[in-house]
Each structure stands twice: as C-alpha cells, then as structure tokens.
C-alpha cells in the first residue's frame, strides 16, 4: 500500500444525471473560438484551425453553487459550453472513431478574468491566471450519450438574472466534436475522465457578486451557478 507524506487530495467529479454515481474528472481542455459569432466579437478570423487550454481538475463546480468572485479580477465573464466527457482512451484517434470514445455530454460555463486575458494577451503571454482558477469551471449533471445521443444541432443559451445573453445553436460550431476529440488527441493522449470544453457562442459578458447564471443546451442539461461575495 502506497503512502504519503500528507493526506491525497480528493478526486475531482462531476455529478451524472439520474445517478447517485459521479465521473471523475482527470483533465480538462477547452477550446477557443468555435463559434463564429464569438471569434468575430473578438476581433479574430473564424477560420483559424481550433486551439486549446486547459484548467485543473479541481477547477469544477456543481450546478446549484455559489461561487465567490474570484480575485485579481474586475471584469469576471461568463462562456457557456457544452462539454463533451472522454470515456474511452485514444491517442491520434481518425474523425470517424472520435464519438466513439466520449461518454457523456454536460452544460459548462468557462469563467474567465478577461481583465487578466487581456493583458496576457498584449504581453503575448499564458492566459492560465486568466483561465485556469480556482471554480473555474462549472458543469452541470453529465448525460451518457447512450441516452442523449451525439448532439449536432440544439439550442445552447445562458441568462443572467433571467435576460438571456448568450443564445446559439451547437450547429454553429465551426468544429463539430467529432473533430475537436480528433484535434485534441493528436496533441495528448485522452484518458477517461477527460473533459472537454468545446467552445462559447457570442454574447459573453461580465457578472457580478450577486448574478445568478443560467443556462442549458437541448437534450443535454442546464446550469445554475450563483456570483457570491468576494472571499
């Protein structure tokens, strides 16, 4: 039996629709502008080939949290997401196999310190102070895609305090999943308990301590995470 100099930490999980069961969570990427609409709020050309960055495991959160506004921020935005959650190992895996290894799908939201971004941005800097925070990444009840199937199309929205910010269609996605487990896998090796945050549509904006987000994506799910205080 391994032992250790102090007291592991505890696994990382998100909840599983319908089941006392959890799904650990290993890693977590995210994809940037996948969306036409949002990469061209920003200034870019959508027909840039997808990139990626990553938050930490712990960075999840449960639907129904309140989550202290984090610090070195004044400009916290929301980027809801449908994550797409690897089941199944692969390393250089062809398109056409690529569903095959995610498990289950769930509603995200991508907080970011766009302040912080920005300036990484300008600086041609990393932007992990900017993305990869502690309750960074919320995500709601993941559903196996032997009940929802592989979603192509659907409706993915979110609200802050019932006015509706963001609202799109998955089949907007510049890279349908299907590629982006591709494009990701041939970078890293995916791992079950991998998640994947496949991207915002346009709309993203600021919330503040107080701000109660929701949103969803058809078939899928919803979210509810609540801004608190600043710890």
């Not at 969570?25 to 027909?47: K, L, P, S, T, W």
């Not at 930490?56 to 809801?80: K, Q, R």
């Not at 939201?109 to 502690?134: G, H, V």
């Not at 907007?172 to 991207?199: H, Q, R």
């Amino acid at each position: 039996m391994t032992e250790f100099v102090l007291p592991p930490p505890a696994i990382a999980s998100v909840a599983v629709a319908g089941s006392p069961e959890r799904f650990a969570v290993r890693r977590i990427f995210c994809v940037g502008r996948n969306y036409a609409a949002h990469a061209r709020e920003f200034g870019n050309d959508e027909r840039d080939p997808p990139f990626f960055f990553t938050k930490p495991a712990d960075a999840v959160v449960d639907s129904g949290a309140t989550i202290p506004y984090p610090p070195l921020t004044g400009n916290l935005h929301h980027e809801i997401e449908l994550v797409a959650a690897i089941g199944k190992p692969g390393f250089r895996i062809a398109r056409e196999q690529a569903l095959d290894h995610v498990w289950g799908y769930g509603v995200g939201i991508d907080l970011t310190r766009r302040d912080l971004q920005d300036e990484a941005k300008k600086m041609a800097r990393p932007w992990d102070w900017s993305k990869a925070f502690d309750r960074s990444a919320p995500c709601g009840p993941l559903i196996p895609a032997a009940k929802s199937g592989h979603p192509q199309k659907g409706r993915i929205w979110l609200a802050v305090d019932g006015k509706v910010r963001q609202d799109a269609d998955l089949a907007e996605l510049i890279w349908p999943i299907a590629d982006i487990v591709s494009i990701c896998s041939e970078a890293v090796e995916l791992e079950p308990g991998d998640l994947i945050f496949t991207g915002t549509p346009a709309g993203v904006g600021a919330v503040r301590a107080g701000d109660k987000m929701t949103g969803g994506v058809d078939g899928i799910g919803t979210i509810e995470i609540t801004i608190g205080q600043p710890k």
